[in-house]
């Protein structure tokens, strides 16, 4: 069972709303990052962090914004969401240097 | 450019037999490749890691195998249930970048009775 949460599970909002999505992990894992995926296509990576006040950016380009203050609490932002947005974002984390990632179950993002 | 490529069409087989599906990529150094699986809505779940050093990796039902000459790993499910249905996807980490995976579109297989 996964030890990493999103919420919302599902979100409708209009064009220009700032929205938060949710990434938390109980793991104590230091390494966090945020995929973007739409239907029928492979994960993108949009942000990862390697620990407290780190983050990077990452393959694909986003306008989305990532904070990292705690552990266990990964938060992506959107300050003006836009249909283009629409789409799945998967939270996941990792502890060891070759692990397997931790995913969350996604927030699936539709912006009308 | 860097690729990694996964079958599109749907595998379809029958209740018992092996699944085996394929993970090919181009102009890659892979520090290690993962194997996942995605059900429908869902993140992706772990199964298996294999590293540039191993050949061959098993866990229970799976089994991975990974050749780094012809750049590919091919994934087995032996005695494959209707619960092995979904979409399994290859991911590769580059050397020096082992914290950063790289995915491919994935497999669906269809198990049928």
């Known amino acids: 069972e996964a030890d990493i949460y999103q919420t919302p599970r599902y979100l409708v909002i209009g064009t220009g709303k700032k929205i938060t999505l949710e990434c938390s992990q109980t793991?104590?894992?230091?390494?966090m990052y945020w995929y973007q995926q739409d239907p029928g296509m492979e994960l993108h990576l949009i942000h990862y962090?390697?620990?407290?006040?780190?983050?990077e950016k990452g393959d694909l380009s986003s306008e989305s914004t990532v904070s990292r203050i705690r552990t266990e609490h990964f938060p992506l932002t959107l300050e003006s969401a836009r249909p283009s947005h629409t789409s799945q974002y998967l939270c996941?984390?990792?502890?060891?240097?070759?692990?397997?990632?931790?995913f969350g179950s996604g927030t699936r993002l539709t912006v009308v | 450019s860097q690729k990694i490529e996964q079958n599109s069409e749907a595998l379809n087989i029958q209740e018992g037999k092996t699944a085996t599906l394929t993970c090919n990529y181009t102009?890659?150094?892979?520090?290690?490749l993962q194997w996942y699986r995605q059900d429908p809505g869902r993140g992706p779940v772990f199964l298996l890691l294999?590293?540039?050093?191993?050949k061959e990796k098993r866990k229970e039902r799976l089994k991975v195998t990974f050749d780094t000459t012809l750049k590919q790993s091919l994934f087995h499910i032996t005695a494959s249930q209707p619960a092995d249905s979904a979409t399994y996807l290859c991911a590769l980490s580059k050397t020096g970048t082992a914290s950063k995976l790289t995915f491919g579109t994935g497999t669906r297989l269809q198990v049928t009775l």
């Open positions: 793991m104590g894992h230091d390494k």
């Open positions: 102009n890659y150094s892979p520090a290690y």
């Open positions: 294999i590293r540039e050093n191993e």
């Open positions: 996941a984390s990792r502890q060891v240097p070759e692990g397997g990632y931790t």
């Open positions: 962090s390697y620990g407290v006040n780190s983050t």
